[in-house]
């Protein structure tokens, strides 16, 4: 079991900047790969960046040049710095971790707003 809390959404002007954080507990050991993922309303899930168990990184095409994907090994922490950020950036961000053992699963954190408006 997996349990996920994201933390660092708000409020920000376009053109500033934010920093999410998501904490991981539990069988962490058995993550493969991590990511955050965005939904506005009415819209569908989005992905923004995914962070893998040897650092490999993707991007979706939105937020390139943009938005940076991290991790803390000390603090078993990942972090999506957030720059530049636009109004249609607006969504629930969400923490993934991927788990491919005893099989293939999805972990999902309960979502933190992030607004961009002026």
């Known amino acids: 079991q997996v349990q996920l809390v994201e933390s660092g959404g708000g409020l920000v002007q376009p053109g500033g900047s934010l920093r999410l954080s998501c904490a991981p507990s539990?069988?962490?050991?058995?993550?493969?790969?991590m990511g955050w993922y965005r939904q506005a309303p009415g819209k569908q899930r989005e992905l923004v960046a995914t962070?893998?168990?040897?650092?490999?990184?993707t991007y979706g095409d939105s937020v390139k040049g943009r938005f940076t994907i991290s991790r803390d090994n000390a603090k078993n922490t990942v972090y999506l710095q957030m720059n530049s950020l636009k109004p249609e950036d607006t969504a629930v961000y969400y923490c993934?971790?991927?788990?491919?053992?005893?099989?293939?699963?999805?972990?999902w954190g309960q979502g933190t707003q992030v607004t961009v408006s002026s």
């Open positions: 539990g069988s962490t050991l058995t993550i493969y790969a």
């Open positions: 993934d971790a991927h788990s491919r053992w005893p099989k293939e699963y999805d972990y």
């Open positions: 962070i893998t168990r040897g650092g490999l990184t």
